[in-house]
């Protein structure tokens, strides 16, 4: 994307392991901050990333983190659009879908809350056909 009036603001890979987490939320906070971002807002953005982030060392890399998470931040004029990127086995994009919010249990509310968060999620095989693609779009207001 960059080239068409973006600019990169971060771009971070990390193992994908849950004690990368803090490093992910301390990068995308200090990144966001600078964005014209509510502070709210760029709470919100952090949790959602760290949500995607999680999403993807247990359900895509499951008991095997020997892969990573390439993270990427563009600014597109009052568009931050988020690029999360892994190399996992190809997901079903069709099986990536919140639970209902009445099923009652610990875990598995991330997908709804980076939804809520964000004003445009798109989850897909990555172009390559190894890994997976979270294209999330926050609109800065």
Same mark, same amino acid.
């Given at each position: ?13 990390v ?12 990068e ?8 014209g971002?509510?502070?709210?807002a ?11 982030c ?13 892969g990573?998470?390439?993270?990427? /931040?563009?600014?597109v004029? +009052? @568009?931050?659009? *988020? ?10 994009? %069709?099986? &990536? ?16 809350? /980076?939804?809520?968060?964000? +004003? @445009?999620?798109? *989850?897909?095989?990555?172009?390559s056909g190894a890994?997976?693609l979270? %294209?999330? &779009?926050?609109?800065i207001?």
């Amino acid at each position: 994307m960059e080239g068409r009036g973006a600019s990169r603001i971060l771009s971070l890979r990390v193992p994908a392991r849950a004690d990368q987490l803090r490093r992910v939320r301390e990068e995308v906070r200090a990144a966001v901050d600078g964005c014209g971002c509510s502070a709210q807002a760029a709470g919100d953005i952090v949790l959602a990333v760290d949500e995607a982030c999680q999403n993807i060392i247990r359900h895509a890399y499951g008991d095997a983190c020997e892969g990573s998470i390439a993270i990427e /931040i563009e600014r597109v004029g +009052d @568009e931050l659009v *988020f690029s999360l990127v892994d190399s996992a086995p190809p997901l079903d994009p %069709r099986s &990536v879908k919140p639970r209902d919010l009445d099923d009652l249990r610990p875990g598995g509310l991330g997908t709804h809350l /980076i939804r809520t968060v964000m +004003d @445009e999620t798109d *989850f897909a095989r990555h172009p390559s056909g190894a890994g997976n693609l979270l %294209r999330m &779009v926050k609109r800065i207001t």
